[in-house]
T-cell receptor
Framework: NAGVTQTPKFRVLKTGQSMTLLCAQDMNHEYMYWYRQDPGMGLRLIHYSVGEGTTAKGEVPDGYNVSRLKKQNFLLGLESAAPSQTSVYFC????????????FGSGTRLTVV | KNEVEQSPQNLTAQEGEFITINCSYSVGISALHWLQQHPGGGIVSLFMLSSGKKKHGRLIATINIQEKHSSLHITASHPRDSAVYICAVQGGSQGNLIFGKGTKLSVKP
């Protein structure tokens, strides 16, 4: 029972490089989210998806793109990485409805130099 | 002004002490979540509550909807409770979370 799996766990990028972070969940959840966590700040929502084939912008979407081609996967892309994107990225999933909580992945620590 | 405020920001306790972490919010919500994050670790959901009180082991979470306030209590604290505790409120049409900045708890043996 893996829950939410994020890959990779760590990555160092040079400014201008691109990369894709993968989030996979095996709970058949409809909703998926990408957050970033920075020192001294609460988690902030980058993009989210309420179902296969749908995506929407969150609080801090600039510089990121996402895709949800399959229900179990939610990809976060950085087309041209910048030092300001150095952060810890968390993926989460849940089912809609008041009684269902969030399940978080273990995080991806990204450093852009 | 932050929509979710936690206090204290940092808390140091001796093993066995009773601990309280507070969360106040200023928006309408459908639920409130308490989360735990160990150093360098992932985020674990502790509680999701929309009214009253919930208990799991030594952890108790309460919420007062009228006062827009929630508390997380830890009884008989232990060094393994050392972590960052995060309050998050769920609201809006999509039920997205708004997070507090977290309370860093250190329990000394």
């Amino acid at each position: 029972n893996a829950g939410v799996t994020q890959t990779p766990k760590f990555r160092v990028l040079k400014t201008g490089q691109s990369m894709t972070l993968l989030c996979a969940q095996d709970m058949n959840h409809e909703y998926m989210y990408w957050y970033r966590q920075d020192p001294g700040m609460g988690l902030r929502l980058i993009h989210y998806s309420v179902g296969e084939g749908t995506t929407a912008k969150g609080e801090v979407p600039d510089g990121y793109n996402v895709s949800r081609l399959k229900k179990q996967n939610f990809l976060l892309g950085l087309e041209s990485a910048a030092p300001s994107q150095t952060s810890v990225y968390f993926c989460a999933s849940r089912d809609p409805g008041l009684n269902y909580g969030y399940t978080f992945g273990s995080g991806t620590r990204l450093t852009v130099v | 002004k932050n929509e979710v405020e936690q206090s204290p920001q940092n808390l140091t306790a001796q093993e066995g002490e009773f601990i309280t972490i507070n969360c106040s919010y200023s928006v309408g919500i459908s639920a409130l979540h308490w989360l735990q994050q160990h150093p360098g670790g992932g985020i674990v959901s502790l509680f999701m509550l929309s009214s009253g009180k919930k208990k799991h082991g030594r952890l108790i979470a309460t919420i007062n909807i009228q006062e827009k306030h929630s508390s997380l209590h830890i009884t008989a604290s232990h060094p393994r409770d050392s972590a960052v505790y995060i309050c998050a409120v769920q609201g809006g049409s999509q039920g997205n979370l708004i997070f507090g900045k977290g309370t860093k708890l250190s329990v000394k043996p």
